[in-house]
């Protein structure tokens, strides 16, 4: 059973710092294209990061250069390193697994709440 379980958001001021966890089971996510969502209230879903391997990241433009998305092969886990955070980045995150070949992500975590204040 493939599954995703994430954690670590929290609730932190403007300018404040937050890593997210996406801990994988039943699956290596070495083999996967991996990715991390927001949705915020009100708002559609939103790609944030995604990953195939430590030389190939893609971010949205809103995060670049304050967000690092990397792999830890070891722990198989996938981690979301958040730095001079923004009201505007408070929404709920997602990591999220794909099989490298499709263009559909197919497990999902539960979700993880960050929320920042000004």
């Known amino acids: 059973q493939e599954q995703l379980v994430d954690s670590g958001g929290g609730s932190v001021q403007a300018g404040g710092s937050l890593r997210l966890s996406c801990v994988a089971s039943?699956?290596?996510?070495?083999?996967?294209?991996m990715g991390w969502f927001r949705q915020a209230a009100g708002r559609e879903r939103e790609g944030v990061a995604s990953i195939i391997s430590d030389h190939s990241t893609k971010y949205a433009d809103s995060v670049k250069g304050r967000f690092t998305i990397s792999k830890d092969i070891a722990k198989n886990t996938l981690t979301l390193q958040m730095n001079n955070l923004k009201p505007e980045d408070t929404a709920m995150y997602y990591c999220a697994a794909r099989l490298c070949w499709t263009r559909d992500y197919t497990v999902w975590g539960q979700g993880t709440q960050v929320t920042v204040s000004s």
């Open positions: 039943g699956f290596s996510i070495s083999r996967y294209c």
